[in-house]
Nanobody, 124 residues
Framework: VQLVESGGGSVQAGGSLTLSCAVSGYPSSSYCMGWFRQAPGKEREGVTI???????LYANPVKGRFTIAQDVAKNTVYLQMNSLKPEDTAMYYC???????????????????WGQGTQVTVST
């Protein structure tokens, strides 16, 4: 399974970005898919996950602002980010966990496959 993120960039606070994660090698709908982020000097943290049934879970800091979606036909997972804040600045990673179910966990250690990351920078 290969994951390739795209869509990162620089934006002013209050702006929006959409990240994409192209999945190859296996149907993305067969995995628990997640978005994670890591800011300099901080640990990698879960942002949101979506399971094979389309159920989603969001970290508190992004609830109501970020949306994860999956296009099964394109084998791509998206992260729509609205009302961006400077504290959203980080490297964003797409990840996949085998089995299709997330079991309500965004622990990075439970995910098997990772993309290379895409940088998101939010300025004031």
């Amino acid at each position: 399974v290969q994951l390739v993120e795209s869509g990162g960039g620089s934006v002013q606070a209050g702006g929006s970005l959409t990240l994409s994660c192209a999945v190859s090698g296996y149907p993305s709908s067969s995995y628990c898919m997640g978005w994670f982020r890591q800011a300099p000097g901080k640990e990698r943290e879960g942002v949101t996950i979506i399971n094979a049934a389309g159920n989603t879970l969001y970290a508190n800091p992004v609830k109501g602002r970020f949306t994860i979606a999956q296009d099964v036909a394109k084998n791509t997972v998206y992260l729509q980010m609205n009302s961006l804040k400077p504290e959203d600045t980080a490297m964003y990673y797409c990840a996949a966990r085998s089995g299709g179910w997330c079991y309500g966990s965004m622990s990075p250690g439970l995910f098997d496959y990772w993309g290379q990351g895409t940088q998101v920078t939010v300025s004031t």
